[in-house]
Every structure is written in C-alpha cells, then in structure tokens.
C-alpha cells in the first residue's frame, strides 16, 4: 500500500511540473507577441492565430487552460495592453494596478 501511495505521490508531482513547464511556454508565447505587437503591431492576431491552432491548443491544454475562445480573447486583450508577463506578475505591478483601481473608486464615489 505504501508503495502504491508513494507511487500516486510521484506521478501526482510529476504532472504539476509538466503543468508548469507547459505554462511557461504560454508565457514565453504572450511575451512573443508582445514584441511582435511592439514592432510590427499585429501582437493580438498572432497570440489569437497561436491559441487557436493544434499546438497552441495543445499547450494550452497542457498548462490547465481550457483553449476556448474566451481564453482567445483574454489573451489578446493581454496581449493588446503591452505588458511583459515577468512585469504583470510581478508584486510591484499587483500593488500599481490596486492602487489605480482604489483611487479610481474614490474618484467615483466622490
């Protein structure tokens, strides 16, 4: 038995780091079209054309994402902001767009 739990453990592990790893090619992807969109401003349409094919669906899949459109869309909204994946994730940009969406409520509610 405690092979068996030992067992589900390590395969249990080994797919949360494939999860990872396939998550990180997502980011890779978006990070793509964000330079493609810098310079040659068709970012959206190429993480759109990407997510929508057989590899991207796949690697979407993969990551634990399920490749619908509304993801297609999320995506190229992402994309369209022009945000590096390593700046929108990290705790700097969290606190800036909290404090944005705080001062803004205050703006409304006065």
Known sequence: MK????????????????????????????DDAIADDKKYGNGPEQI????????????????????????????????????RTSVALSREESERRNAALAAEEEARAA
């Open 3 to 30: 092979d068996f739990v030992d067992g589900t453990a390590f395969n249990n592990e080994q797919g949360n780091r494939a999860r990872k790893l396939f998550a990180a090619v997502v980011l890779a992807a978006l």
């Open 48 to 83: 759109a054309r990407w997510a929508r094919s057989r590899d991207g669906r796949e690697v979407l899949s993969c990551a634990g994402i399920d490749p619908n459109e509304r993801v297609v869309e999320g995506l190229m909204e992402f994309v369209g902001k022009g945000v």
